[in-house]
């Protein structure tokens, strides 16, 4: 499975961006994919996620601002952020695994190295 991510850039306060992940390979309707965020300096942690059942995860941080969607036709995922703050300011990566959605509250970085699949980071920058 491959993951290619995009959609990050600078916006002001308050601003909307939205991401994608396309996704391609085999089982790709077995996958949960969802995207994480490092900060500079800080730990990377879990914002959304999207299951092949179609449960959706959210970090606190983001509920209310951001949407997490699946177009499976597509095979691609994005994750539409509104009232975007100084504090989402991050590189987004986007991530797949069978059981991405249960792990991605308690996400840190050393699970990255037993995921099925991960992308590119791309830069989302909030500043005024």
């Known amino acids: 499975v491959q993951l290619q991510a995009s959609g990050g850039g600078l916006v002001h306060p308050g601003g909307s961006l939205r991401l994608s992940c396309a996704a391609s390979?085999?089982?790709?309707?077995?996958?949960?994919i969802g995207w994480v965020r490092q900060a500079p300096g800080k730990e990377r942690e879990g914002v959304s996620c999207?299951?092949?059942?179609?449960?959706?995860y959210y970090a606190d941080a983001v509920k209310g601002r951001f949407t997490i969607s699946r177009d499976n036709a597509k095979n691609t995922v994005y994750l539409e952020m509104n009232g975007l703050k100084p504090d989402d300011t991050a590189v987004y990566y986007c991530l797949a695994d069978r059981g991405l959605c249960e792990i991605m509250p308690h996400y840190y970085s050393d699970l990255d190295k037993y995921l099925e699949a991960w992308g590119r980071g791309t830069l989302v920058t909030v500043s005024s």
């Open positions: 999207f299951s092949n059942l179609g449960n959706k």
């Open positions: 390979g085999s089982n790709l309707d077995t996958l949960h």
